[in-house]
């Protein structure tokens, strides 16, 4: 799946004042990935054909609208503050047999880019999790975890799910893990991330071996989100020894609709204004984005927090217990 595409400064149709955002021809491919040909946009073997861009676009600075609808993607844009988002165009969300880009970089705790698999030899773990989910007090079980099976060629790696290393540098102290924080959404948006913890177990060449699902490492809060620790735990002892997968439930991961594809790029949006200051344009786009997709905890959650909402507070609490009765299922809502 493609990462989410940012067009950072943008012009307008009428040379800067003008209400329509337009993406230059020149900046097609870097924004976009597809060059620019006689039969239409390409990229690799696949193109989209010149008659669906329309006669000579593919020559001309381009309308932000023409080129999502040529793409198939969702899109937001802010012509106030000159900056749109592009979405994926996949509507998939990963299951067994998706093999996670072996060349996807986040940003570590040292400020640097590393590659979220590094050598695909081994077995991964891959947590996802959040400072602003009571999953931020995992980090020393999942530690002891890899610490136990990790002379069987199996490593756990954590993937934090927030806008800044320093929100999640206290719950990573003396863990030897590597800790990669999403602040662009890469991670999340590629494998379809809607909340946190959410496990993945990828096998040696990066493929999804098991269906994600929200696990834990202990106890600590079971009360709360009603998962015990014991049979996950289990289950990846006979994974990483023996080679065991747990049977295939038939469940197939459900396929993001259309307005959860609008909720992510409406919610990539807001990150991006609020790194330019706009906070108010920014808390109505995660509003707009909260309506449309009101169960995905990486936007609603996430959301309190950057509005300056408690996502630990009162109306958090309220709205998950909610959410349970909508759902009758638990779900890592714990401090």
Sequence with gaps: MEPWLVIGEFGTASGGTGPLPILAATDLEA??????????WCRGTECIPASLIGPGAADSDLPVSLVVSGLGCATAADPVHRVAVIGSRSRARAGVGTVVDPDLELTGLDGASHR???????KTLVVAFSSWCGCRYDLPGW???????SDNRFKVVAVAIDECTGDVEPWAENIDLPVLVDTDRLFADALGLTNVPTVFWLDESGRVVRRP???????MFTEVHGIESGPHLDAVRRWVLYDELPDPDGDQVPEFTDDQRQARVEFRLALELLRRGATEAAAERISQADALAPDDFTIWRAGMKLVGDDPFGAEFFERYTEWQQRHGGPLAASE
Excluded at 116 to 122: K, N, R, V
Excluded at 143 to 149: C, F, I, P, R, V
Excluded at 213 to 219: A, I, N, V
């Design 116 to 122: 979220l698999l590094g050598s695909p030899s081994d």
């Design 213 to 219: 699902s929200e696990e834990f490492p202990t106890d």
């Design 143 to 149: 530690q002891a975890l890899s610490d136990e099976l």
């Design 31 to 40: 924004v976009t990935g597809w060059v620019s040909k006689p039969e239409g």
